[in-house]
């Protein structure tokens, strides 16, 4: 079974540009959460979905960051316009459905590593 | 509110010693407690996690951890550490609403 998918792997861009960032559930998951790993700020939680909803966006940095769900086994986080700043990694989990319990296992995708010139 | 603390960003072992990594919790509600771990490159990976049935918990490639709620910890250990050991080790708290909470990580050098 293939586990989370993430697009592009890596992306170079200019300050300004737009970036938008791809993820594929595993089959079967509900529950997707999109996370930032920088080396100053470790591994932040941005936004999480469950059935599609977003739940918590509280830790979306600004209004340049937004993030989809068009369907349920789909999410996009587009950065508009970036900053070099938002250079990170960024990974998106899926959970086959957090809101039934906490104790469900987050199986993360391989990240994308992102670079703002 | 929860929270986790890691001590120790960085560990060393040499090859065949015991490894110990340390994970102190804080929080709320009865926890959830995870460790995950992160080779280069790669995303997390759940090693194991606590979710208040046994208080040792045994997880993959030969580690386990021990929740102790009186310390507030759940603590990493395996045995005899290996080459293919060496990762950043994440230790994270969930419950009640909260989804995870992740520490700042601790990266595991082995030593031949």
């Known amino acids: 079974d293939a586990g989370v998918i993430q697009s592009p792997r890596h992306e170079v861009t200019e300050m300004g540009q737009e970036v938008t960032l791809r993820c594929k559930l595993i089959?079967?998951?509900?529950?997707l959460f999109w996370y930032r790993q920088t080396m100053m700020r470790g591994l932040e939680l941005l936004i999480y979905f469950n059935n599609n909803v977003p739940i918590d966006d509280s830790g979306m940095p600004e209004d340049r960051f937004s993030a989809k769900m068009p369907n349920a086994s789909f999410s996009t986080l587009k950065i508009q316009p970036s900053e070099p700043r938002d250079s990170a990694v960024y990974f998106c989990?899926?959970?086959?459905?957090?809101?039934?319990?906490?104790?469900?296992?987050?199986?993360f995708g391989p990240g994308t590593r992102l670079l703002v010139l | 509110a929860q929270s986790v603390t890691q001590l120790g960003s960085h560990v060393s072992v040499s090859e065949g010693a015991l490894v110990l990594l340390r994970c102190n919790y804080s929080?709320?509600?009865?926890?959830?407690l995870f460790w995950y771990v992160q080779y280069p490159n790669q995303g997390l990976q759940l090693l194991l996690k606590?979710?208040?049935?046994?208080?040792l918990v045994k997880g993959i490639n030969g580690f386990e951890a021990e929740f102790k709620k009186s310390e507030t910890s759940f603590h990493l250990t395996k045995p005899s550490a290996h080459m293919s050991d060496a990762a950043e080790y994440f230790c994270?708290?969930?419950?009640?609403?909260?989804?995870?909470?992740f520490g700042k990580g601790t990266r595991l050098s082995v030593i031949a």
């Open positions: 606590y979710t208040s049935a046994a208080t």
């Open positions: 989990a899926s959970s086959p459905n957090w809101a039934g319990g906490a104790q469900e296992t987050q199986y």
């Open positions: 929080s709320s509600v009865p926890p959830y």
């Open positions: 089959s079967g998951h509900n529950s």
């Open positions: 994270a708290v969930s419950g009640g609403n909260t989804p995870l909470v």
